[in-house]
């Protein structure tokens, strides 16, 4: 029998936290481990309750979002790391941007339907990111409009090659394994040996980290408002 998905929820809101709580526990295949109230708390339980994933509101008191995530992702429980799916209320907050950096998997707004969080729980779960195509990418090319590539990133870019710059700029726009392949001509296999590639030269944790990476160096340019 397969183990549960193990979910730390952390909201502010104590209605907000029973509320996911109810949903995950009425789930077959999921089991909310804990609830934490502001960031230091979620630290705390994600060493102590070893969940899956972890349910992170980014506006907390005491500690917020970014710096939990930071501090659980940069830490392992058991040998591995939890993962972490960003909550919040603004599809363009600046919280989120920098949770992603700090490690974060994905987000989801708090006013998704039921089906689409649980949905979102057991991608994560499953080591994958959750990058909404257009929310995701505009958040990103929002907050990195007015940065210049960075010295080390730009090294790192220049070590990729022409193939795996291509698909880098696929996956920055949103596009899925499967359009990458049928885009690029590539067996799926291929595009997922290029991705490896990709979070290894470029010292990524996984596919949102490579989207942030992609603007930040600017191989992939903010559309014009």
Same mark, same amino acid.
């Given at each position: 029998?397969?183990?549960?998905? &193990? !979910? =730390? +929820?952390?909201?502010?809101?104590? /209605? ?6 109810? #949903?995950?526990?009425?789930?077959? @295949? ?52 939890? &993962? !972490? =799916? +960003?909550?919040?209320?603004?599809? /363009? ?6 949770? #992603?950096?700090?490690?974060?998997? @994905? ?119």
């Amino acid at each position: 029998m397969t183990a549960p998905i &193990r !979910v =730390l +929820i952390v909201d502010d809101t104590a /209605l907000v936290r029973g509320s996911f709580r109810l #949903l995950v526990d009425a789930t077959p @295949g999921m089991k909310a481990v804990g609830e934490a109230a502001n960031g230091m708390e979620a630290v705390e339980l994600a060493a102590s309750t070893d969940p899956d994933v972890v349910l992170m509101d980014v506006r907390m008191p005491e500690m917020n979002g970014v710096e939990a995530t930071r501090r659980i992702c940069a830490a392992r429980a058991s040998g591995r790391r939890p &993962r !972490v =799916l +960003i909550l919040t209320t603004f599809d /363009l907050d600046e919280y989120v941007y920098g949770a #992603l950096s700090a490690g974060a998997s @994905g987000f989801m707004l708090k006013d998704a339907p039921p089906g689409d969080l649980l949905n979102a729980i057991r991608v994560v779960a499953a080591g994958e990111s959750l990058l909404a195509p257009t929310v995701t990418s505009r958040l990103i090319a929002e907050y990195t409009r007015s940065l210049p590539p960075l010295g080390p990133l730009g090294q790192a870019m220049d070590s990729l090659t022409d193939r795996e710059r291509e698909v880098l700029k696929l996956i920055a726009r949103g596009r899925t394994n499967a359009e990458i392949g049928e885009r690029l001509n590539m067996r799926p296999a291929t595009v997922k040996t290029h991705i490896g590639h990709l979070l290894a030269k470029l010292g990524a944790r996984d596919r949102a980290q490579l989207v942030i990476a992609a603007y930040e160096s600017g191989l992939v340019t903010p559309a014009p408002n």
